[in-house]
């Protein structure tokens, strides 16, 4: 591989896994409301989280568009206030990342969270220990295989992320180019063999994400 | 009975219409849809377009999409054809020309008032599309290269698809500028040209019949319309220089 194509894998690396730490705190809270709690309106979040998944990613890349762009509610204001801007960089890459894995981390740190047996928090609820002490040394602990798993395949999904990100992000070579972008133009350039060596990257990192998740899962069984 | 003249109509119908599909340059858009829409009121044939990068269309010729008549934003991209022998050369006419033109947001956009200043920090972002491949981005790379600051901005460049979405770009306001044909800017009450480029790159669109085009006598037919008086008259009411 040539130095230009390392630069998209350790661009790709670093987004997706910025992307997967930042989705980490808001996922894992939203993940444990869905499964512990009942509350007005949980069908209604439980719907927009899963959203991203079935939605055409260019959809959803579009709404990102319009919110974040120098014209949008969010990208205007940022624009306005601090001559910041989102669309069209390195910031933008990771939004649309953070929005795509986000539901595959929330079902299966939510799946992982419902497994834990709900007895052993409430034992340690008699024992005293409070909310927060029960997720972080009962419930966390027990689900760990399942959100780790989670995590890899939210990680695998934002190293993928194509649709979203073109539109709000474009496909700029060294600043927003992925490894998804980057297969596109070489397609696009008629640079085949160049487009082959990073898709076998890409497969790469993909069997790696699944079999290491699969292989989590398995030792739990 | 209705079933029946539908069926009628359907088998019918396919003798009499020839479907000529046309792949064209993104540039091309707004003026060949109404010089189709008149040609099809004309005439017994259909017009089915494929806009995009010439660039583009040029891969999806080679890799055998059916197409009749190929409508090139730039000349190396037919050469390219012509030398694989996918493009009936005997067909091949330039017609039109084109000029570049730097746009920016008509609302809140920096102002401009020289070319050189697009070197200039404060301008962010430059749309462009993709300059490497792309007819519209090969022109404008030409063009910021003999001002002699292609690469003081080649880091703020934001490639696009086609030349359309560099000037959408501009019309949503998510760059400061961007370089496109002075047609495209004209589709557009959201931007605002600030310098037309007057010895750039000489531009030129040629158009030519496909060598394994389904609808041959067909292409040709349109292609003879398209160098008709009506359609050079539409063609430079979009803007385009007309080669009389």
Known sequence: MSSNEWAILGLTLRTAALATLLIVPPGLAIAWLLARRRWRGKSLVETLVALPLVMPPVATGLILLQLLGRRGPVGGWLHRTFDFDIVFTWRAVVIAMMVMSFPLFVRAARVAFEEVNPRLEQIARTLGAHEWRVFVTITLPLAARGVLSGLLLAFARAIGEFGATILVAGNIPGRTQTLSLAIYNFVQLGRDADAFRLLVVAVVIAFAAVWITEAFLRRRA | ?244
């Not at chain 2, 030398?83 to 746009?103: E, G, M, Y």
């Not at chain 2, 698809?161 to 400061?176: C, K, P, S």
């Not at chain 2, 030519?208 to 040709?220: F, K, M, S």
Request: glycine share 4%; aromatic share 6%.
């Open chain 2, 1 to 244: 009975m209705m079933c029946r003249l539908l069926l009628a109509l359907l088998v019918v119908l396919p003798l009499h219409a020839a479907e000529v599909r046309v792949f064209a340059a993104a540039s091309l858009t707004d003026a060949l849809t109404e010089i189709a829409r008149d040609y099809e009121n004309r005439s017994s044939d259909k017009v089915v377009f494929n806009f995009g990068a010439s660039s583009i269309l040029a891969r999806q010729i080679e890799a055998g999409a059916p197409a009749d008549l190929f409508l090139s934003a730039d000349e190396e991209k037919m050469n390219a054809l012509v030398a694989r022998k996918l493009i009936d050369p005997r067909t091949r006419v330039s017609v039109l020309s084109n000029k570049l033109v730097i746009v920016v947001p008509r609302r809140g956009g920096k102002s401009i008032t020289d070319p050189r200043q697009l070197a200039q920090p404060r301008i962010r972002s430059i749309a462009l599309a993709e300059p490497s491949s792309v007819p519209a981005g090969i022109y404008a790379k030409k063009y910021l290269q003999s001002l002699g600051i292609w690469s003081a901005v080649a880091k703020k460049i934001v490639p696009t698809d086609n030349v359309r979405a560099a000037l959408a770009a501009v019309v949503a306001g998510n760059v400061d500028a961007a370089i496109v044909y002075r047609t495209d800017a004209r589709i557009s009450k959201a931007v605002r040209v600030v310098h037309e480029v007057m010895n750039g790159p000489r531009i030129s669109y040629p158009f030519a019949v496909v060598a394994d085009a389904e609808q041959p006598r067909a292409a040709r037919r349109l292609l003879a319309h398209l160098r008709s008086q009506s359609a050079r008259d539409t063609f430079a009411r979009y803007g385009f220089d007309v080669i009389q």
